[in-house]
């Protein structure tokens, strides 16, 4: 089955840095990590957190805000596609969402009614997880499988690890994969209540770091088992993926680390790769005390003395908790493309209980594979690796 080499063919993205993969890789590749106030979405505190977020002008309020977000994106990479437009609106093309809730679609609108900027003359509907899916699929006319995803922040790392392994069985010729999350009092509110947001911005593995970072982002990857047009380009494939389910606590992970390591080792065993080979690492990283104690022991665990350099890309982007999958994955392919790997924004100060010194200083990018982490709130967690040729 890990013999089809699953292509990414194509991005969308919509972040913090603007619209496109150009807007991104030049934003971290100078280091540059956007960060205003959650203002103006009914969070109550004051100071409101800082988060990553879009530019606000480029699009309406509300629910008819999140459509032209989501859609956006989705036309970007439909736009960069480089085979044939009616091969994605074809049965054999599958569309894969994952996301944490369509909710702040829904908590945007209600907030704009209830402030007075948006008219109050129609029906309230709250949305869920399955929105969007449905939203593009109309709007597209597509007519492949119909698939939503929404295990927390794995959403849309699980949502790859779908295509990918629907594309490996031969049962699709694509997969067009999308990460969406918004921003939303709720999901402040939530991360607010649990003391898991720094309001400084987070700082993953940081020996002072307290807390997460919340971004928005919709990032849409289409998949192809064929060859590609371009195919003497630099290119990236997925080469496979695991995922398991961490039953320690609801909220936190197991402290030694140990189910991360084992869903590292499997996705690792799946492409058919050792650690060894193994050439840079895009922790999860959340900058949150518990989940990057976990992360760090479980990368000592796998890699020993031999760890590769870790990437860390939350403070440039914000935690885009559903997105994230997706969305680092872009990011990953986007600087891959400028030719460099990132270093690690946010962190300063090594923690000595740790033992982990992600990327001080960007480096040249190099051919070969990238482990990929995105460990879910809750406990779910999944590893994807990525060539990169």
């Not at 004051?46 to 989705?74: I, T, W, Y």
């Not at 994605?88 to 969402?97: G, K, T, Y």
């Not at 959403?155 to 994969?177: D, P, T």
């Not at 908790?321 to 680092?328: D, H, K, P, T």
């Amino acid at each position: 089955m890990n013999d089809v080499r699953v292509r990414v063919a194509s991005i969308g993205v919509l972040s913090a840095h603007g619209a496109g993969l150009p807007a991104l890789a030049s934003g971290m590749a100078a280091g540059i990590c956007p960060l205003t106030a959650a203002t103006g979405i009914g969070f109550p505190l004051d100071p409101a957190p800082l988060v990553s977020r879009f530019p606000q002008s480029l699009f309406q309020r509300g629910e008819a805000g999140a459509v032209q977000e989501l859609m956006q994106a989705v036309d970007q990479a439909f736009a960069a596609w480089d085979g044939q437009h009616g091969a994605l609106a074809a049965e054999d093309c599958a569309l894969i969402v994952g996301s944490g809730g369509f909710l702040y679609a829904s908590t945007a609108e209600l907030y704009g009614r209830t402030v007075g900027y948006l008219p109050n003359d129609t029906a309230f509907k709250v949305r869920g997880p399955h929105w969007g899916a449905a939203l593009i699929a109309e709007r597209l006319e597509l007519r492949g499988p119909l698939l939503t995803v929404s295990s927390g922040c794995s959403s849309s790392a699980n949502a790859l690890l779908i295509g990918v392994e629907m594309l490996q069985r031969g049962e699709i010729r694509h997969a067009i994969v999308v990460g969406a999350e918004g921003l939303s009092a709720v999901t402040l509110g939530g991360f607010d209540s649990l003391m898991l947001l720094d309001a400084a911005g987070c700082r993953p593995f940081d020996r002072d770091r307290t807390g997460v970072q919340i971004g928005e982002a919709v990032a849409v990857l289409v998949l192809s088992a064929e060859p590609g047009v371009h195919a003497e380009r630099p290119r990236a494939t997925l080469r496979g993926g695991a995922n398991l389910c961490d039953t320690h606590h609801l909220t936190a992970a197991s402290p030694d680390g140990g189910v991360m390591r084992n869903v590292m080792y499997e996705a690792l065993d799946k492409a058919r790769i050792t650690p060894r080979d193994v050439v840079a690492i895009k922790a999860h990283g959340t900058g949150s005390i518990d989940s990057d104690r976990a992360e760090a022991a479980a990368l000592c665990q796998l890699f020993g003395a031999a760890l590769p350099p870790v990437l860390a890309f939350k403070r440039y982007l914000g935690h885009t908790l559903g997105a994230c999958g997706s969305l680092e994955t872009a990011a990953l392919i986007a600087c891959l493309q400028a030719g460099i790997v990132p270093a690690a924004a946010g962190f300063n100060t090594i923690d000595p209980e740790l033992a982990i010194e992600p990327l001080r200083a960007t480096r040249a990018a190099r051919a070969g594979h990238y482990l990929l982490n995105f460990f879910g709130f809750g406990g779910n967690y999944t590893s994807l690796v990525l060539e990169w040729h």
